[in-house]
């Protein structure tokens, strides 16, 4: 049982990249989902979130207009469509799971996530 986020690299400042969050042992469908970051010497940060069911999605105001959180059910995957790429975008990017929580909304906290991917590295440089 375990998540597995993909599709970092490096990208010059303005470009796009898109992550994926796949799972395995188990459907993300009914888990709200959430992808979190954590930057050179700083501290993990939540990023965005997506709800179970219903689709509620929420952003960080430094990535509200750039990134996009969304769910392919059929491919059973979370993508986070980061545009607009800036060099602080540089960091590790987590997806987290959490099950049972509200259709209608979704946290922002660590703490609200049980279950973690390993990250994948986003640079964002020229």
């Known amino acids: 049982v375990q998540l597995q986020a993909s599709g970092g690299g490096l990208v010059q400042p303005g470009g796009s990249l898109r992550l994926s969050c796949a799972a395995s042992?188990?459907?993300?469908?009914?888990?709200?989902i959430g992808w979190f970051r954590r930057a050179p010497g700083k501290e993990r940060e939540w990023v965005s979130c997506?709800?179970?069911?219903?689709?509620?999605?929420k952003y960080t105001n430094s990535v509200e207009g750039r990134f996009t959180i969304s769910r392919d059910n059929a491919k059973d995957t979370v993508s986070l469509q980061m545009n607009s790429l800036r060099p602080e975008d540089t960091a590790v990017y987590y997806c987290?799971?959490?099950?049972?929580?509200?259709?209608?909304?979704?946290?922002?906290?660590?703490?609200?996530?049980?279950?973690w991917g390993q990250g994948t590295q986003v640079t964002v440089s020229s």
């Open positions: 987290a799971a959490r099950y049972g929580y509200s259709t209608r909304r979704c946290p922002s906290g660590l703490s609200d996530y049980d279950k």
């Open positions: 997506i709800s179970s069911r219903h689709d509620i999605t």
């Open positions: 042992g188990f459907t993300l469908d009914r888990y709200v």
